[in-house]
Nanobody, 117 residues
């Protein structure tokens, strides 16, 4: 079992920045991969960014160089730094951990990000 707790969401104006955190209950370096997903009302949950156990980073095309995923071994925490936020980035952001290449997967409870003027 892995517990994930997200934090850092909130209300921000277009063009602003936020940094999300995902604290894991066990070593993140024991995970096959960890990622950030988001889900806006009426849409499917979609991948935002992922980091593999070896540190390979993958981003959705809509990120367009605005977001960066990182991790801190000492804090068992994965981050998503989001810059130049757009109204379309408004969603609930979820953290996911992949224990192995074939599962299981664990999800956090989500944190709301609202981009509005």
């Amino acid at each position: 079992q892995v517990q994930l707790v997200e934090s850092g969401g909130g209300l921000v104006q277009p063009g602003g920045s936020l940094k999300l955190s995902c604290a894991a209950s066990r070593s993140i370096f024991s995970m096959y991969g960890m990622g950030w997903f988001r889900q806006a009302p009426g849409t499917q949950r979609e991948l935002v960014a992922r980091i593999s156990s070896s540190g390979v980073r993958t981003y959705a095309t809509f990120v367009k160089g605005r977001f960066a995923i990182s991790r801190d071994r000492t804090k068992n925490t994965v981050y998503l730094e989001m810059n130049r936020l757009e109204v379309e980035d408004t969603a609930v952001y979820y953290c996911k951990s992949e224990l192995t290449s074939s599962g299981p997967e664990y999800w956090g409870q989500g944190t709301q990000v609202t981009v509005s003027s």
